[in-house]
Every structure is written in C-alpha cells, then in structure tokens.
C-alpha cells in the first residue's frame, strides 16, 4: 500500500480498531483521567487502561497510526515536539556522549546545551552535511547519533544513509528529527534509523491549532525503554490534542503536495527577483544537497528560505507582506514567514549564527495552501 494510502487505512478508519464495534469513522475523545478497574477485584482481570497518563485510548489511536506511517513498532505522543526530543534523550544516561547535527532545531539545541548538560549528558554538534564529520567526533561513550535532515534554515541536507553506516558499525542509537519531512515524504527507519521524531505542531497537526510531538521506535526493546521515559517523566500528548493530529494526518497528502508545489514555485520565483540574493530550496538543481536529497526522500518538501540583498529589504518584506503570517513555525495552512535571527536562532551568538550563514538577510518561508498566484504578487510587492 502506499503511503498516501496509509495515511487513511492504517488500522484506524474506524473506532473498531480501539474494540468499539460502532464503526464511527472519527476516533471516539477519551477525555478521562482514570479508567475503573473493578473487574480486577471481582474475577482478577486485569485492563489495557488504567491511568491516562499511562494509556489512553485516543492516545493509543494516534501511536499506532504514526508508527505505521513512519514503519517501525511503537509510536509515542507527547505534550510537544520538544517533550518528544526530551524524552527520547531521556533513554541516555550520565556520561553518555552524543553526536548532534549542529542545525538541529534551536529548542533540541538548548536542551542539550542546558538540561541535559547540567545531567552529564555530553554532545558534539558537527556538520552532519559532510558524514567525516560524524565519524571524527566518535568517542569510546557515544551512545547515540541525533540527526535532522534538511536542516532549518538554510535546508541542508545530510546522507542518512552514510551517516547510518558510520553509526551502525559504532553501533549507536540513531535518532532522526523528521518534522520538515513527515512520514510522507521521507521514512528514515526504512533505512536503519532507531527512533523518529516529530514535532506534530507542524505538518502532521497541519492547521496551527495544536501542539504535540510523537517519538516512533524501530524495535519492541527501544518502545519499552521509551514507554518507561514517557510514563515517568508524563510529558503525555491530551486526548484532544492527540484527535486534532490524527485529524490533520487524514489530510497530509494534499496538503503537502499542494504546499510543496508552492515552495518550488516560490523558490523558482524569488530566484529570478533583484532584491534576492540566494535561495535554499532542496528542489532547486544548484541546490548542493539534491541529489542525496532525492534518493532519500520523496519530494523537497513545503519549506524554503532565502536572502535579501540589504537587512532592510528583509525587515521591508516583513513588515509589507500581507499573505505571510510573520510567525515562528511552520507546516501550517497558512504561509508563514520567519525571520531566524530574531526569532528561531536568536539564542545562539552572532558570531556563530555569521560562520553558519543565517544572516540579517535571511527569510525562512513555509508555504501554506493559498492561491501562489496570490502570494507571488503579495512577495512582489513586498520586495519592492
Ligand atoms: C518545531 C520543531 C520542534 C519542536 O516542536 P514543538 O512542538 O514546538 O515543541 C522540533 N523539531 C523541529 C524540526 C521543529 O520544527
């Protein structure tokens, strides 16, 4: 079956799947805290739920959907995308060493940087778009690889197959941030990775009306040793908030291909524009990364970014673009666009954000479902 499929046959089409012989095609909101266990004292059996933070079953509905999308065993929903990166991080222990790709998203940055620092967890961020660079930053504790790919802002990309060869044969725990892609687009456990991460606040929820996150593991083992961090710690994704991804995931296939056809015009567009100085797009053919890009993934995705020539035609196109909304996120219905240096990365010093290129100048757009007739003339202007 193939993804676009899966996406509404996944076990879930009806509540059947939960043991509720109805057939209501929208999954039933559990909005409880406890579930009674009386029948354990009458006659000694025991239930699937017991406690809410520990199972719910909305909850359980959008566990396995995703750990279908994404081809691995279990699925786990948590309060954010970030809970769902904590989290994760939480399998690792004191003294543990990790290899992190240096754009990784700003918040899984600072956890590292800050809370799990303070934790005796150690990382070394690399640029993962050269997989030499995982392989020099190898130490006799690296535990684990955490990688995201394209990268925010500047859409780089990085070979997960190479980068999983060097992992495998140290044999780490390869972790893989796949939010800019969704299971649609790009499915890492089909090529060794350990565990795939989403911030479901974006494409998957898709409406910037949620936020939530949802860690999938490759195997049983790692679904357990996860579970354990996920009822401990209880960063637990709601019973409504767990429908509104679910929902969203229904729609993903056109949302998306609509959305990425979007930012390829748009990429193609600001190219050609004066006041544009370069474009990231992985679409694009002198984008350095495509072709590792296309063999791994199955489309470029909704999310571009580009440079103005000057700050103040970037702080111009903000304050005169009507469609944009000027926001952080992304993977919305509507076209958001943001400015990484105030915003997104404004915690890392300038000197650093300089040597990784994210500039006054730099935009990041991610396309939402608007006519592109509308926002080519609504850039336009706003380029001026
Ligand atoms: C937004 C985002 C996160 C964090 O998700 P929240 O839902 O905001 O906590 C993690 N990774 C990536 C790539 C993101 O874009």
């Known amino acids: 079956m193939k993804i676009g499929t899966l996406l509404i046959h996944n076990g879930h089409e009806t509540d059947k799947a939960l043991g509720i012989p109805t057939g209501a095609l929208g999954t039933p909101v559990y909005q409880t805290s406890t579930f009674e266990q009386s029948d354990f004292f009458k006659s ?29 065993s279990r699925g786990y929903a948590f309060s954010s995308g970030i809970a769902a990166v904590s989290s994760a991080l939480g399998i690792f222990s004191t003294g543990d060493h990790i290899i992190v790709a240096e754009d990784i998203y700003g918040g899984s940055y600072r956890m590292l940087n800050t809370f799990y620092k303070r934790w005796g967890l150690e990382h070394t961020a690399v640029d993962t778009s050269n997989p030499d660079n995982v392989r020099e930053a190898l130490k006799p504790n690296t535990k684990a690889l955490f990688l995201e790919t394209p990268s925010n802002p500047l859409l780089k990309i990085t070979d997960l197959r190479a980068c999983f060869d060097i992992a495998h044969s140290a044999g780490l725990i390869i972790l893989v941030d796949n939010t ?24 998957l929820g898709g409406h910037s009306d949620v936020i939530s996150g949802l860690a999938v593991t490759r195997t049983e083992e790692l679904g357990k040793r996860l579970f354990a961090v996920q009822n401990g710690f209880g960063a637990v994704s709601g019973p409504w908030d767990c429908w509104l991804v679910q929902r969203g995931i229904k729609t993903l296939k056109v949302r998306l291909d609509t959305q990425q056809n979007t930012a390829a015009r748009l990429a193609f567009w600001l190219k050609e524009q004066p006041n544009v100085e370069a474009v990231y797009y992985p679409g694009l053919v002198e984008h350095m990364g495509r072709s590792v890009h296309e063999a791994q993934a199955d489309g470029t995705g909704a999310v571009l970014s580009f440079k103005t020539r000057t700050t103040e035609q970037a702080l111009h196109f903000l304050a005169k673009t009507e469609l944009a909304a000027v926001a952080v996120s992304l993977g919305g219905v509507e076209t958001i666009a943001s400015y990484p240096v105030r915003m997104s990365h404004a915690a890392i010093p300038p000197v650093e954000r300089a040597r990784r290129g994210i ?10 479902l608007e006519d592109c007739d509308d926002l080519i003339a609504d850039f336009s202007k706003a380029l001026e």
């Not at 739920?49 to 999308?69: C, H, M, Q, V, W």
């Not at 800019?180 to 494409?203: C, E, N, W």
């Not at 500039?359 to 939402?368: E, W």
């Open 44 to 72: 000694g059996k025991t239930q699937e739920f017991d406690y809410a933070r520990s199972g719910n079953p909305t909850r359980k509905a959008l566990e396995e959907t995703i750990a279908a999308l994404e081809v691995g």
């Open 359 to 368: 500039t006054d100048t730099l935009i990041r757009i991610s396309a939402g």
């Open 180 to 203: 800019f892609m969704t299971p649609y687009l790009q499915r890492p456990i089909t090529f060794g990775a350990d565990i795939v991460i989403h911030s479901a606040t974006k494409f």
